[in-house]
């Protein structure tokens, strides 16, 4: 029997990453749909979790919907989501300077948090931005300095587009850990834990019951392997053939290889 049979015969739950996994950049990846169709046949509960911060989840919804997937917003994790969450929690009556997308700014204001200028942040918050300049790395190097908090929402160094891989969050945040002596105080995406146990308490299973498929070793795999899930890697988006070589033997090796989610089909 295929390990993917194996490992859909032992979970009810599905954490499926995005980019490199249904998509790449705005080009659907062949099969995918079908694939989350077979999912839920099979009496699964599925998903939908991303690092990337830059888009709403509305914005999420209409584009699986788009690629034939329909979903709910409910169902839709952003890693902005779970920092303006992890914040809320510590501190309601946080002031947050952002330097990021709109997804990002969108989630901050959602959760009830001040969005303020650089000069009065008692957090600063990181993700991916498009539209980064040198005066916002100077903004966020000043408030780190006088004393913010630094949050980043995921340490991606890249992520798949239709055009090839571009810079990730990561980049953004290596830029102000150099200036500022500062690594973030927290880390929410994978392959850190905040973003995997929001998942479970969303979807209502334990981890030995849930697998995780995303298209990166560094990331999804090793943010599965540190919870307890089942980790399935696809070749769709970052990861490559070589990876999966040179990952072999160590303690973040996946439990089975596709080459895309349409494998998941049986």
Same mark, same amino acid.
């Given at each position: 029997?295929?390990?993917?049979?194996?490992?859909?015969?032992?979970?009810?739950?599905?954490?499926?990453?995005?980019?490199?996994?249904?998509?790449?950049?705005?080009?659907?990846?062949?099969?995918?749909?079908?694939?989350?169709?077979?999912?839920?046949?099979?009496?699964?509960?599925?998903?939908?979790?991303?690092?990337?911060?830059?888009?709403?989840?509305?914005?999420?919804?209409?584009?699986?919907?788009?690629?034939?997937?329909?979903?709910?917003?409910?169902?839709?994790?952003?890693?902005?989501?779970?920092?303006?969450?992890?914040?809320?929690?510590?501190?309601?009556?946080?002031?947050?300077?952002?330097?990021?997308?709109?997804?990002?700014?969108?989630?901050?204001?959602?959760?009830?948090?001040?969005?303020?200028?650089?000069?009065?942040?008692?957090?600063?918050?990181?993700?991916?931005?498009?539209?980064?300049?040198?005066?916002?790395?100077?903004?966020?190097?000043?408030?780190?300095?006088?004393?913010?908090?630094?949050?980043?929402?995921?340490?991606?160094?890249?992520?798949?587009?239709?055009?090839?891989?571009?810079?990730?969050?990561?980049?953004?945040?290596?830029?102000?850990?150099?200036?500022?002596?500062?690594?973030?105080?927290?880390?929410?995406?994978?392959?850190?834990?905040?973003?995997?146990?929001?998942?479970?308490?969303?979807?209502?299973?334990?981890?030995?019951?849930?697998?995780?498929? &995303?298209?990166?070793? @560094?990331? #999804?795999?090793?943010?599965? !392997?540190?919870?307890?899930? /089942?980790?399935?890697? *696809? +070749?769709? &988006?970052?990861?490559? @053939?070589? #990876?999966?070589?040179?990952? !072999?033997?160590?303690?973040? /090796?996946?439990?089975? *290889? +596709?080459?895309?989610?349409?494998?998941?089909?049986?």
């Amino acid at each position: 029997m295929p390990e993917i049979e194996r490992i859909l015969q032992k979970i009810t739950a599905v954490i499926l990453d995005m980019d490199g996994v249904i998509y790449c950049g705005s080009r659907p990846i062949g099969g995918a749909s079908r694939a989350v169709a077979f999912l839920r046949g099979l009496g699964k509960k599925v998903i939908f979790l991303t690092n990337n911060s830059e888009n709403t989840r509305p914005h999420y919804v209409q584009k699986l919907r788009r690629m034939g997937i329909p979903v709910a917003e409910k169902d839709v994790i952003t890693s902005g989501q779970v920092a303006a969450d992890y914040i809320r929690r510590l501190d309601p009556e946080a002031k947050v300077f952002v330097i990021g997308g709109k997804g990002l700014v969108d989630e901050i204001t959602r959760a009830g948090l001040r969005l303020v200028a650089p000069e009065k942040a008692t957090y600063v918050v990181v993700g991916i931005d498009q539209e980064l300049t040198y005066g916002k790395l100077k903004d966020g190097l000043r408030a780190l300095l006088s004393g913010a908090k630094f949050i980043a929402t995921n340490p991606d160094r890249v992520y798949p587009t239709e055009d090839g891989l571009l810079p990730g969050a990561g980049a953004v945040i290596a830029a102000l850990e150099r200036c500022s002596g500062r690594k973030p105080d927290v880390i929410i995406g994978k392959p850190y834990p905040h973003m995997i146990r929001y998942g479970l308490k969303i979807l209502g299973t334990d981890p030995g019951e849930t697998a995780i498929i &995303g298209d990166q070793i @560094e990331t #999804d795999i090793k943010a599965g !392997k540190r919870a307890g899930l /089942f980790t399935i890697l *696809v +070749l769709s &988006g970052v990861a490559s @053939e070589d #990876d999966v070589r040179r990952a !072999k033997g160590t303690k973040d /090796f996946p439990d089975c *290889v +596709l080459r895309s989610l349409a494998e998941v089909v049986t």
